[in-house]
């Protein structure tokens, strides 16, 4: 089925390490962002990119990096893990921005940092 | 800053019961704002999405409504099923160049017993 697909489902991670969540999606959309969802709070936006090459900075992007090369994939970086970065991280992507575009979402990853 | 409120946070009801989830924002100025379903472990499904210039969209048992002036949105269930429980999360989209991030608020987690 054509959507957002994220891996790994589930990390755990020891403090300072580093790891790479990976975003792809087969929709042909244009933006991509990253949100994370911490226990009782809403989503918030990490980084997100409206295309190929360009990217910036969201709510909380503190800890955090991505990069797009391709339309397709959006990957999201963490560098020296922290306890405070233990989340539940989305990516979605939508097709454009404004009134008529909705967003979808893929299924998460969940991460522990220990 | 756009905050977004989600009243009750929590709701019990007895399956066949109608029922109704609210969510207010604070700054009027919108694109859109989006229903979205959330299952425990799981991602984000959409429900609906209302563009500002709308006052409502249906999908099978859900309804959902805008009013922008007044920054507030329901989302109307009917005939409610065990199978409905899940967390519901609105959120907007703010209208405004290089305003791309979805403003969520917390939930309403429902639960329709049997």
């Known amino acids: 089925n054509a959507g957002v697909t994220q891996t790994p489902k589930f990390r755990i991670l020891k403090i300072g390490q580093s790891m790479t969540l990976q975003c792809a999606q087969d929709?042909?959309?244009?933006?991509m962002y990253w949100y994370r969802q911490d226990p009782g709070m809403g989503l918030k936006l990490i980084y997100y990119?409206?295309?190929?090459?360009?990217?910036d900075k969201g709510e909380v992007p503190n800890g955090y990096n991505v990069s797009r090369s391709t339309t397709e994939d959006f990957p999201l970086r963490l560098e020296l893990a922290a306890p405070s970065q233990t989340s539940v991280y989305f990516c979605?992507?939508?097709?454009?921005?404004?009134?008529?575009?909705?967003?979808?979402f893929g299924s998460g990853t969940r991460l522990t940092v220990v | 800053k756009q905050e977004v409120t989600q009243i009750p946070a929590a709701l019990s009801v007895p399956e066949g019961e109608n029922l109704v989830l609210n969510c207010s924002f604070t700054?009027?100025?919108?694109?859109?704002l989006q229903w979205f379903r959330q299952d425990p472990g799981k991602g984000l499904t959409s429900l609906l999405l209302?563009?500002?210039?709308?006052r409502e969209q249906t999908s099978g048992r859900l309804n959902a409504s805008l009013d922008k002036s007044s920054g507030r949105s329901t989302l109307y269930i009917a005939a409610s099923q065990p199978g409905d429980s899940a967390t519901y999360l609105c959120?907007?989209?703010?209208?405004?160049?290089?305003?791309?991030?979805?403003?969520f608020g917390k939930g309403t987690k429902l639960s329709v017993i049997p």
């Open positions: 209302i563009q500002s210039s709308q």
């Open positions: 700054d009027s100025a919108i694109y859109n």
């Open positions: 929709m042909n959309h244009n933006y």
């Open positions: 979605a992507s939508s097709y454009s921005w404004g009134r008529n575009y909705g967003y979808t």
């Open positions: 959120a907007v989209t703010l209208s405004g160049a290089g305003s791309y991030q979805l403003t």
């Open positions: 990119s409206v295309g190929a090459g360009i990217t």
